[in-house]
């Protein structure tokens, strides 16, 4: 089982940036590709980024490319997601996730996901 807590939301103004991080309890968090979502309201949820176990592979959303880095530190438990240069469009509550094996089709298929955080609200203003 893995329980995850995301952090470091908040407000800021487009340009800026911030850096969330999502700590699991578990030990098989090292095992386990990680990734984050997000929802803006009315909207479907959203990919961002994703990591494979080792933090070899990575993965991101056309809409954040070049500005947003996904990364981890398994000996912390910890994955994190680094976001610059923020738009207005950004605003949405991210989550982290968590999923057995890493897939490039994760991206589509949020739903394969096995494990949630409870979300981090992130808003950005013009």
């Known amino acids: 089982q893995v329980q995850l807590v995301e952090s470091g939301g908040g407000s800021v103004q487009a340009g800026g940036s911030l850096r969330l991080s999502c700590a699991a309890s578990g030990r098989s968090f090292s095992t386990y590709a990680m990734g984050w979502f997000r929802q803006a309201p009315g909207k479907e949820r959203e990919f961002v980024a994703a990591i494979s176990w080792s933090g070899f592979q990575t993965q991101y959303g056309d809409s954040v490319k070049g500005r947003f880095t996904i990364s981890r530190d398994n000996a912390k438990n910890t994955v994190y997601l680094q976001m610059n240069s923020l738009k207005p469009e950004d605003k949405a509550v991210y989550y982290c996730?968590?999923?057995?094996?890493?897939?490039?089709?994760?991206?589509?298929?949020?739903?394969?996901?096995?494990?949630w955080g409870q979300g981090t609200q992130v808003t950005v203003s013009s």
């Open positions: 996730a968590g999923r057995r094996e890493y897939s490039s089709t994760w991206a589509l298929t949020p739903t394969t996901s096995n494990y």
